[in-house]
């Protein structure tokens, strides 16, 4: 029987969707190693392996089946995604262009040696959009973003997506959020087109302008925030490996002097979930998730905090692979970003099962106006 590389229930999948990998084929206890490798739009190899022992069918069944080494030990179903690692230094795999997928090659070899004899393997395609999901361009007043819509006539909840510092159009999350039911708006802020790289003021009213595009409501009165003060000469770089270290420059948030630069969450009647890891070597996120916590709930806000040990800062839908150190796009350092592996990706897992469950429950279960798009 020849061997055969298995991805269930299919091939072809949504990017947070978990598999079963199986093979079948093999000897009675065979040793194999198994590899996965992908290639981001930029040409960047990402590849992880690890060592297995077929059982005494001849059959492996990563659900079940140990690692006996490798990038990862243990049973981890899907740790050849979440712990595949760039051949180049410093990389983070993020996807550019949601209309393709990212494609992985599951391969199967011989022994716990060189990976010399190709045994099997079959391609994995993880999509991060799902079919009949729109995508839409929108270049409206100030606006910049790109809009997701749901298959079907709905209603859908929706939602704004941002991410952080290093600006541009991210869409990847927006785009998987959008095929699990929710009509979201990923914003462009910064860094994008003619948005500024580092703007001085964080104008609320630009925010305001993407809620009144999903919920066509009139627009109340708008505020600005100014950026809270730091030092840059309290940033710290390893002699060892040049990685930045920005969580200290921020002036002391206790501070009174600086409370004029917290966005007043406690103005809005929202529900609020808050995530942070713990292993976050960027920014303080826990600290001041706890300070954000503590002061709604003085005003007796609905609120919801997690924190995460081992994850770093860049929390990802599951199966992104930690990135423990980048180059940070804006700014033009590398900069460390924190996390361990197994650790971080499980924490993935349960913020995107998290954070979905939130939306439906405070969206769909409320009287909240629900988009009209």
């Known amino acids: 029987m020849a061997v055969q590389v298995m991805v269930l229930p299919s091939p072809r999948c949504l990017f947070d969707d978990p598999v079963q990998i199986r093979v079948v084929g093999l000897l009675p206890q065979q040793e194999v190693t198994f590899r996965a490798s992908l290639m981001d739009e930029s040409a960047e190899l990402f590849q992880a392996h690890a060592l297995y022992r077929a059982g ?5 069944d990563l659900s079940c ?9 243990g049973v981890e179903p899907m740790g050849l ?16 262009n949601v209309l393709t997928p990212f494609c992985v090659d599951l391969e199967v070899y011989e022994g716990h040696g060189d990976m010399s004899r190709l045994l099997g393997k079959c391609t994995n395609e993880r999509w991060f959009l799902g079919e009949g999901v729109k995508r839409i361009s929108v270049r409206e007043g100030r606006l910049k973003a790109t809009l997701f819509l749901p298959p079907g006539p709905g209603p859908f909840p929706g939602l704004i997506d941002l991410y952080g510092s290093g600006g541009g159009l991210v869409e990847y999350r ?5 095929s699990r039911g929710f009509v979201t708006l990923a914003v462009a ?3 994008f087109e003619d948005l500024p790289a580092m703007p001085e003021i964080l104008e609320l009213g630009y925010f305001e302008e993407a809620v009144n595009f999903l919920r066509k409501q009139q627009q109340g009165d708008g505020f600005t925030v100014r950026p809270h003060p730091y030092d840059l000469g309290r940033i710290k770089t390893s002699d060892e490996s040049g990685l930045v270290d920005f969580s200290d420059i921020l002036d002391d948030h206790r501070d009174p002097a600086t409370w004029d630069c917290r966005i007043p969450m406690e103005r809005s009647l929202a529900k609020f979930l808050f995530l ?3 292993d976050d070597t960027n920014w303080k996120s826990d600290l001041y998730c706890q300070d954000a916590v ?3 709930r003085q005003y007796g806000r609905e609120v919801e905090f997690f924190s ?17 150190a980048s180059i940070h796009k804006v700014l033009g350092v590398f900069v460390h970003w924190g996390g361990q592996w197994r650790e971080h990706a499980k924490a993935q897992e349960d913020a995107w099962q998290r954070i979905q469950a939130f939306f439906w429950q405070h969206l769909m279960d409320s009287d909240i106006p629900k988009s009209k798009l």
């Open 276 to 278: 942070s890891g713990l």
């Open 294 to 296: 503590q002061r709604l």
């Open 81 to 96: 995604l979440w712990s595949l690692k760039s051949k180049s230094p410093y990389k983070r795999l993020a996807k550019r």
């Open 308 to 324: 995460y040990s081992g994850a770093g800062h860049l929390l990802e839908p599951p199966y992104l692979p930690l990135c423990q």
């Open 189 to 191: 802020y910064m860094a």
């Open 174 to 178: 927006a785009s998987l959020l959008a």
């Open 56 to 60: 005494s069918s001849g059959e492996l």
């Open 65 to 73: 089946s140990p690692a006996l080494g490798g990038s990862y030990s």
